[in-house]
C-alpha cells in the first residue's frame, strides 16, 4: 500500500531499570530461630502447581503434557513454555529437575493464591516480611525486601520454596506467580543480599546460550504482553518481524555503546530507525528496560511504570516487534489499521 500518512509518533521519554542489587558478605550473619519466627513461617502447599518443584519433569508431564516449546534460560535451566487452551505457565527445568514455575493466567492452582486476587487478600493469607532468610551447606543468606518489594513484588517463603509475586500496582491485583527452589532463588536475587559463606554462582553463558535466551525472550515478552492486553480487553497485537529486527538493532546498540536511551547517536530516536527499515506505521512507541532478571519481571516493570503502561495498553496499536540483547530490552509498537 502506498502513501500511508503518518499522523502520529507516539514515544515515551522514560526508561525503566532494574536497580543492580546490592550483594554483601557479611561473615556475622547468623539466623536466628526462635517462637515468633517459627509462628510465622508459612507451610509448604500440599496441593497446587507448587507441589511439583523439586519433581522430575517426566512427572511433570505425565499430568500436563508435552510442552508448547522449550528454550534456554538466562540461568542455566530450560524453560518448558506451556501456551495452551488460554492457560501459560513456564517450567524451569535443570537436570531433569524442576526448579521453578512461573504461572501467567488463572485457571492454573497456584495454592495459596489466586490470579487476580488483590493484595490485601493476599496479606490475609501470609505473612510478608521485610527479611527473607534462608541457609544451607554452603552459608547463611538473608534478602532485604523494601516497601515498593512489598507492594509489588514481595517474596515469600513457603516451607523449603519460595514463592515471588508480581502485583499490578495500578489495578491492585495479582499478575503472575513465580516458585522456586532456594538454589534458582540465590542465582537470581532479585533482591538485596547479604550472606556469610559462599554465593551460589552459575556457569557463564556462551555466545550461543545468550543468543537462545534473548531469542527465548523475546517471545515470551511477546506472548505476556498479550496476555496482558487480553486482562484488558484490548486486541491482541500481531507480531511484526521487520519492527522485530529494529528493536533487536536498538538493544545491541545501547549494549555496545553502554548507554540506555531511547535516542541513539548512530541510528536516532525510533522515528528515525523504523523510517530507515522502511517501515510504514500511523502511530508508534517503545518500551526500553535493563538488568531484568527475564521476560516476566520486565513485563511486570513495564506495566508498574505509568508511561510505559500506557504504551503497553494502548489501543491504536496494531503490531509488536521486541528485540532482547544481553539482557537489554526493547518493544517497539506501531499502529497499521490497513492490516486489521
Do not use: C
Not at 502520529?8 to 531499570?17: I, N, P, T
Not at 534456554?72 to 531433569?96: A, P
Not at 521485610?130 to 515469600?156: S, T
Amino acid at each position: 500500500m502506498v502513501g500511508i500518512s503518518f499522523n502520529q509518533f507516539y514515544s515515551r521519554d522514560k526508561v525503566l531499570v532494574d536497580d543492580k542489587k546490592e550483594i554483601v558478605e557479611n561473615e556475622s550473619l547468623h539466623i536466628v530461630q526462635d517462637d515468633a519466627n517459627e509462628k510465622m513461617e508459612q507451610k509448604r502447599p500440599k496441593t497446587g502447581i507448587s507441589t511439583y518443584i523439586g519433581k522430575s519433569f517426566h512427572t511433570f508431564q505425565e499430568e500436563y503434557g508435552e510442552p508448547s516449546r522449550q528454550e534456554l534460560s538466562y540461568h542455566g535451566y530450560t524453560w518448558g513454555i506451556y501456551n495452551q487452551d488460554g492457560k501459560y505457565m513456564m517450567v524451569g527445568v535443570d537436570k531433569e529437575k524442576i526448579v521453578t514455575i512461573a504461572v501467567a493466567t488463572s485457571g492454573i492452582d497456584v495454592t495459596p493464591f489466586q490470579i487476580g486476587e488483590n493484595l490485601e487478600s493476599v496479606y490475609k493469607k501470609v505473612e510478608m516480611q521485610p527479611e527473607i532468610e534462608l541457609k544451607n551447606e554452603d552459608g547463611v543468606y538473608r534478602f532485604e525486601l523494601f516497601e515498593d518489594d512489598l507492594n509489588i513484588k514481595p517474596l515469600i517463603s513457603l516451607g523449603n520454596i519460595y514463592a515471588q509475586l508480581y502485583f499490578d500496582h495500578f489495578e491492585g491485583n495479582l499478575l503472575f506467580v513465580r516458585f522456586m527452589d532456594g538454589e534458582t532463588l540465590l542465582k537470581q536475587r532479585p533482591y538485596d543480599l547479604s550472606y556469610r559463606g559462599k554465593l551460589v554462582e552459575q556457569e557463564p553463558l556462551t555466545e550461543e546460550e545468550w543468543n537462545q535466551a534473548d531469542t527465548a525472550s523475546e517471545i515470551q515478552i511477546y506472548e505476556l504482553t498479550n496476555l496482558v492486553r487480553k486482562n484488558f480487553n484490548l486486541s491482541e497485537l500481531g507480531w511484526d518481524q521487520e519492527t522485530r529486527n529494529v528493536a533487536y538493532e536498538h538493544s545491541q546498540d545501547m549494549y555496545d555503546t553502554e548507554t540506555f536511551s531511547h535516542d541513539s547517536e548512530k541510528y536516532g530516536n525510533l522515528a528515525n530507525r523504523l523510517s530507515k527499515n522502511n517501515i510504514f506505521y500511523e502511530s508508534a512507541g517503545e518500551n526500553i528496560a535493563y538488568q531484568y532478571t527475564d521476560s516476566l519481571a520486565v513485563v511486570s516493570g513495564w506495566l508498574n511504570s505509568k508511561g510505559h503502561r500506557e504504551t503497553l495498553l494502548n489501543q491504536d496499536f496494531t503490531h509488536i516487534g521486541v528485540g532482547v540483547y544481553r539482557k537489554y530490552y526493547t518493544q517497539n509498537f506501531i499502529q497499521k489499521s490497513w492490516e486489521q
